[in-house]
């Protein structure tokens, strides 16, 4: 399905699909994708999880994984974003949400995923609960000091191939930023820490791929969304 002209609504084969203004292209700038949705799920300056709005605005600076996943969804559609965040002590979370209830919404989602109680992926997280409760969901000390060392060694590298005007030693300084960029990709993903901005040394913003790659792409893979 083709972009379409802003504010048109399309029949499209994806199932569930039922508005789409045309302005979520690849071409998109991240913001433009943002004010799309927002239209799309038209839901004011609240947050919607799956049938139900909430006013997170108190609950930003206290949100564990940062602020910037709440403010950047204000007036979205964030149940995908939600069910794939929250992975374990799931009912702690929805005692949280509940404190910020608003009222009941009866407009359709624009998404075809239901998140059923009994479905696939409500299943799933079920199960994956008490193995991920044993084995941790963030980076292990390993993790976490490779991706230290990749951004010292890149930051070495450089300075000293540029004092000493070395282009192999620049070159070998471009590989570990490769490296350091595509490790400090997973930092991004998850609570604010110091490691996320390391992705910020390729001249890309973490931010802005928070939304093009977590926020989009993760959350509505090979999708018109």
Same mark, same amino acid.
């Given at each position: ?10 029949? @499209? ?11 979520? @292209? ?6 433009? =994708?943002?004010?799309? *949705?927002?239209?799309?799920?038209? !839901?004011?300056?609240? =947050?919607?999880? &799956? ?21 950047? %969804? ?10 794939? +965040? &929250?992975?374990?002590?799931?009912? $702690?979370?929805? *005692? ?20 059923? %109680?009994?479905?696939?992926? *409500? ?19 390993? !993790?976490?000091?490779?991706?230290? #060392? #990749?951004? #010292? ?12 005007? @070395?282009?192999?030693?620049?070159? /070998?300084?471009?590989? /570990?930023?490769?490296?350091? %960029? ?22 890309? +913003?973490?931010?802005? =791929? ?7 792409? &993760?959350?509505?893979? $090979?999708?018109?969304?």
């Amino acid at each position: 399905m083709s972009p379409t002209p802003e504010n048109t609504q399309v029949i @499209s084969s994806f199932p569930g699909l039922w508005k789409y203004t045309g302005k979520r @292209s690849i071409s998109a700038d991240n913001y433009d =994708w943002l004010e799309a *949705k927002r239209r799309d799920d038209n !839901v004011g300056d609240l =947050w919607r999880v &799956h049938d139900k709005l909430y006013n997170l605005s108190a609950f930003i600076q206290k949100h564990p994984g940062g602020a910037d996943w709440i403010e950047l %969804t204000r007036g979205t559609d964030i149940t995908e974003l939600y069910e794939a +965040s &929250h992975m374990i002590n799931v009912h $702690n979370v929805e *005692k949280i949400l509940e404190k910020y209830f608003v009222q009941q919404i009866h407009t359709p989602r624009n998404s075809p995923y239901t998140f059923k %109680t009994d479905g696939f992926y *409500k299943t799933l997280k079920r199960r994956a609960e008490p193995i991920l409760k044993s084995i941790g969901t963030g980076p292990t000390k390993q !993790v976490e000091f490779a991706q230290d #060392l #990749l951004c #010292l060694s890149y930051l070495a590298f450089t300075f000293t191939g540029a004092y000493l005007e @070395s282009i192999p030693m620049l070159i /070998i300084a471009g590989l /570990i930023l490769t490296f350091c %960029t595509i490790s400090a990709h997973n930092f991004f993903h998850l609570r604010d820490t110091k490691r996320r901005y390391y992705f910020d040394l390729c001249l890309m +913003s973490s931010l802005d =791929w928070r939304i093009s790659h977590a926020i989009s792409h &993760h959350m509505f893979p $090979n999708t018109i969304l």
